[in-house]
């Protein structure tokens, strides 16, 4: 069964350093996206991508992150400065035009 | 209005009672209304969903319920077991007004042997 892959499972930084998060969606999907949980809390809308570029992003998703895909099956999430409160499961998904997400694993990221 | 409020935020059955799990939304343009399980450590996997034409769908143990006219929607498990023991998030989805999707704020269910 297809799946949506990331690396890395696991990133621990320092803060003010730069973190790419890295994501394989399903092969036939168009649509990617990043989400983040932390803690014990909800899962967090922060970018959805489309014909390569951004379609919709939230106020989380601030000068200080990014996206990019960067050839035909990675998609990138790019913190540029890390903050503490930036220490979350990061979550990409695909889909097809349904809005049937699938999700991967996770990347947790821990900043210190 | 882009909100999905869903309760209860804890729910601790027998095993093979019914849980049930409610979620409501405001925005009538969501026409799309998936739910999804997460393990711990894991990333939601979605188990069922349904569209605003249709008041019911079962797929298995897990029956989605819709009132269209009251904009709320609930999940029900059908004699749960002890593997069903996760974090369960409704969420809302409109094609054609945005391009995300809005979960609600998960229900740990425990169910107990």
């Known amino acids: 069964e297809p799946e949506v892959t990331q690396t890395p499972s696991h990133q621990v930084t320092q803060m003010g350093q730069e973190v790419i998060l890295r994501c394989v969606p399903i092969s036939n999907h168009l649509y990617f996206y990043w989400y983040r949980q932390i803690l014990g809390q909800k899962v967090e809308f922060l970018v959805s991508f489309y014909n390569n570029e951004i379609s919709e992003k939230s106020e989380i998703f601030d000068d200080q992150f990014s996206v990019e895909r960067p050839d035909g099956s990675n998609f990138t999430l790019k913190i540029r400065s890390t903050k503490l409160e930036d220490s979350a499961m990061y979550f990409c998904?695909?889909?097809?035009?349904?809005?049937?997400?699938?999700f991967g694993e996770g990347s947790r990221l821990t900043v210190l | 209005q882009q909100q999905v409020k869903q309760s209860p935020q804890s729910l601790i059955v027998q095993k093979g009672g019914i849980p049930i799990i409610n979620c409501a939304y405001e925005n009538t343009a969501f026409d799309y209304f998936p739910w999804y399980q997460q393990f711990p450590g894991k990333g939601p996997a979605l188990l069922i969903a349904i569209r605003p034409d249709v008041s019911e769908k079962k797929e298995g143990r897990f029956t989605i319920s819709f009132n269209k006219s009251a904009k709320q929607f609930s999940l029900h498990i059908m004699d749960s077991q002890p593997g069903d023991s996760a974090t369960y998030f409704c969420?809302?989805?409109?094609?054609?007004?945005?391009?995300?999707?809005?979960f609600g704020t998960g229900t740990l269910l425990a169910v107990q042997p």
């Open positions: 969420a809302a989805y409109s094609r054609g007004a945005t391009n995300k999707l809005i």
């Open positions: 998904a695909s889909s097809v035009e349904t809005g049937e997400l699938f």
